[in-house]
């Protein structure tokens, strides 16, 4: 699985655009790539996924470039309630991994007001 | 209905105890997972289930038994426990079994073992 590399923090204020990057060097064929946010004394909620180029939905963009080495979620606008821990994983789309995926150390974001 | 349900939410058990920690989804998904995650680090994959089959142990400790009764329910049995072992327990589950598919995780379960 490939390893995957963030910020360990970043600081923000409220209505700024904020873009965490993750660097996963050794990303194979089929690898996937999904964030996810964290709030304290909770589970992961799913954010975003992509394989390559941009994706966008209702909360966010990701970004990955053509040689899939990194990616970057963007938060467009951020609030007080943004304020969590950030995840890159990047796992295998084949059955036989059974879903095999590795959490990075996550990027803890601050809001501030 | 999108939600993954653990309980209990708060466990204290001393190391000699036997205890259960249960997961329920009724998204129809095919694969579950147990995690392990200790304050400020993230979440350490610990076992899945795919098709209630358990397919991937990470080398977990057998004092963690794994059990799928059925491909809603997901429970992790604990016995002789170590104080290291005290963490937040997080279920999740998803469609299908591979790295493309988005993965709903319960609420956890913190488990202190004393």
């Known amino acids: 699985l490939a390893k995957t590399t963030q910020p360990i923090s970043m600081d923000s204020y409220e209505g700024q655009e904020v873009n965490i990057t993750c660097s996963h060097n050794n990303i194979a064929t089929n690898d996937y790539i999904t964030w996810y946010q964290q709030f304290p004394s909770q589970g992961p909620r799913f954010i975003i996924q992509g394989y390559k180029t941009k994706v966008t939905n209702e909360v966010a963009s990701l970004f990955i470039p053509a040689d899939r080495k990194s990616s970057t979620l963007s938060l467009p606008r951020v609030s007080l309630s943004d304020t969590a821990v950030y995840y890159c994983?990047?796992?295998?789309?084949?059955?036989?991994?059974?879903?095999?995926?590795?959490f990075g150390d996550g990027t803890t974001l601050t809001v501030k007001p | 209905d999108t939600e993954v349900t653990q309980t209990p939410k708060h466990l204290v058990m001393g190391m000699t105890n036997k205890k259960s920690l249960k997961c329920e989804q009724h998204m129809g998904h095919r694969a579950m997972y147990w995690y392990k995650q200790k304050a400020k680090k993230p979440p350490e994959l610990m076992f899945v289930?795919?098709?209630?089959?358990?397919?991937i142990n990470e080398s977990v400790p057998s004092r963690f038994s794994p059990e799928c009764p059925n491909s809603s329910l997901l429970n992790l049995h604990l016995h002789a426990l170590q104080p290291e072992d005290s963490a937040l327990y997080l279920c999740?589950?998803?469609?299908?079994?591979?790295?493309?598919?988005?993965?709903?995780f319960g609420p956890g379960t913190r488990l202190l073992v004393l």
């Open positions: 999740a589950s998803s469609q299908a079994p591979t790295g493309r598919e988005a993965q709903y």
């Open positions: 289930y795919s098709y209630e089959k358990l397919s």
């Open positions: 994983l990047v796992g295998d789309v084949r059955e036989t991994n059974a879903g095999k995926s590795t």
